[in-house]
């Protein structure tokens, strides 16, 4: 007997065939039951006729616990008025084991219910489309960068130092006398690895101790990380360009069926192309001046002024040359006008937000060192990041993207807890 699942269905038709999944949902008419299995490749209907079974049989079967166990063998079907063109009929069926009574129903459940039972509900049809779309998203990342010749090389988790300042680390004791720190972002180690190789890029889980409860920060997210040797503020600003458009037109082109799942208006991220508009700090403060939004010049962008400045644009728009004083200690500061830090950061529009942010490296041995002192970072921590601009230092540059933001964009969805398997936030660990 052919094994197979329901996504490849429809290969299959006029076939007898078995499929392996749990009972989603069912309802019966008389002599007909109707069983809708998803065996996580997809969701298919099965009809099955009480008179090819004995009636004890049959009554079980149509009293089933939703997300029992089930195997079942029959022949497939295309049929056009199916959900996914194809159904199933059943001539035999195993159960293999039946679920107690299931906790999430179609009714609406509270965010805190669903969290609770983060490791059921992700069974979810809408779930299920989320992870699709992030599996989505984690493949065109990675052809983006293997197709431009950049490397993966990832960076460690545990450090011996802070990266994006002190105060959102996470400590553990590494040994008996000695911290570490949970990684916050792999870039210093990139420019180590962009010296080595070229174009690199690190993908992995980065750790921000947030004491904030948004829509938009989790404790731990997963950040894609490119580095360039060789490379300016410019260069930086149209990878990001390109790696966005990259990463929409796939989610479009591969991932509609998941899209309308989901009831993302398509029309939204077909229309990603580039250029984005590129303004600097000063420009989109006088953005807001103009239009009558309150802000200071000086200091960041908090969530309201991200909103503000993207909902003047359909596409994500790049935000570059910020106050120094409110960026990390490595980034380079502007020749042209030094109250600047050549970085930027793009904000996704739909108010997701800062999706991005990354910029030009200081590459000067002792204006880095004084940047160092400067923030009161551990100098001896740094020697080896020091030695980057020791040894054959040249201009360099790289960004950080956030997946799940990128995820909760693509999908349309409220908040980014939806778009990581087991998100870790404030107060909660718990599945
Ligand atoms: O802007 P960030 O802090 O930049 C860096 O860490 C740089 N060192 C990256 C680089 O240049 N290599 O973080 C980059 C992105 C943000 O734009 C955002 O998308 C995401 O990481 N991010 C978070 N996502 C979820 N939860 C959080 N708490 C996040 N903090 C940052
Ligand atoms: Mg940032």
């Known amino acids: 007997m052919t094994i197979t699942t329901v996504a490849r269905l429809a290969e299959h038709d006029g076939e007898t065939v078995t499929i392996r999944g749990w009972l989603q949902n069912r309802r019966s008419k008389g002599k007909i039951a109707f069983l809708l299995i998803r065996d996580g490749s997809g969701t298919v209907q099965c009809v099955a006729l009480k008179k090819n079974f004995d009636e004890e049989f049959f009554d079980k079967l149509t009293s089933l616990p939703y997300e029992s166990a089930v195997i079942v063998t029959g022949p497939a079907k295309a049929d056009e008025r199916a959900p996914g063109g194809v159904e199933m009929q059943v001539d035999s069926l195993e159960i293999v084991s039946v679920s107690e009574e299931y906790p999430i129903s179609n009714q609406e459940h509270g965010p805190d219910f669903l969290l609770s039972n983060r490791h059921l509900w992700l069974r979810s049809s809408k779930q299920v489309a989320i992870m699709r779309i992030r599996d989505e998203v984690i493949r065109a990342i990675r052809d983006f960068f293997h197709e431009r010749d950049f490397i993966n090389v990832d960076s460690p988790i545990f450090t011996p130092n802070a990266c994006e300042g002190t105060s959102e680390l996470f400590e553990v004791q590494y040994t008996e006398d000695e911290l570490a720190y949970l990684s916050q972002s792999g870039q210093l180690y990139n420019e180590a690895a962009a010296m080595a190789y070229g174009k690199v890029y690190c993908f992995g889980p980065t750790f921000r101790a947030e004491k904030s409860k948004t829509r938009r920060h989790l404790r731990e997210f997963w950040m894609c990380e490119p580095e360039m040797a060789y490379a300016d503020l410019e260069d930086v600003m149209d990878l990001s360009e390109d790696f966005l458009c990259y990463i929409a037109q796939r989610v479009v082109a591969h991932r509609k069926h998941e899209l309308e799942v989901l009831e993302r208006d398509i029309s939204k991220l077909e229309s990603i192309r580039k250029p ?101 970072l551990p100098e001896e921590a740094f020697e080896w990041y020091l030695d980057l601009r020791r040894y054959g230092s040249v201009p360099h540059g790289g960004f950080g993207l956030g997946l799940e933001r990128t995820v909760a964009w693509m999908c349309g969805i409220e908040h980014i807890r939806e778009a990581i398997p087991f998100p870790r936030m404030l107060y909660r660990i718990y599945p």
């Not at 908090?302 to 909103?307: F, L, S, Y």
């Open 276 to 376: 984005f508009p590129r303004l600097s700090y000063e420009e989109a403060t006088e953005k807001m001046r103009e239009h009558g939004h309150e802000f200071e010049f000086g200091n960041d962008f908090g969530a309201p002024d991200e909103t503000f400045v993207s909902s003047l644009y359909d596409s994500p728009v790049m935000v570059h040359r910020y106050p120094h004083e409110i960026k990390a200690f490595y980034m380079k500061r502007d020749p042209q006008d030094d109250r600047f830090a050549l970085g930027v950061d793009v904000l996704a529009p739909e108010g997701y937000g800062e999706i991005i942010g990354g910029g030009q490296r200081e590459d000067d041995l002792e204006t880095l060192r004084a940047r160092i002192q400067a923030h009161e």
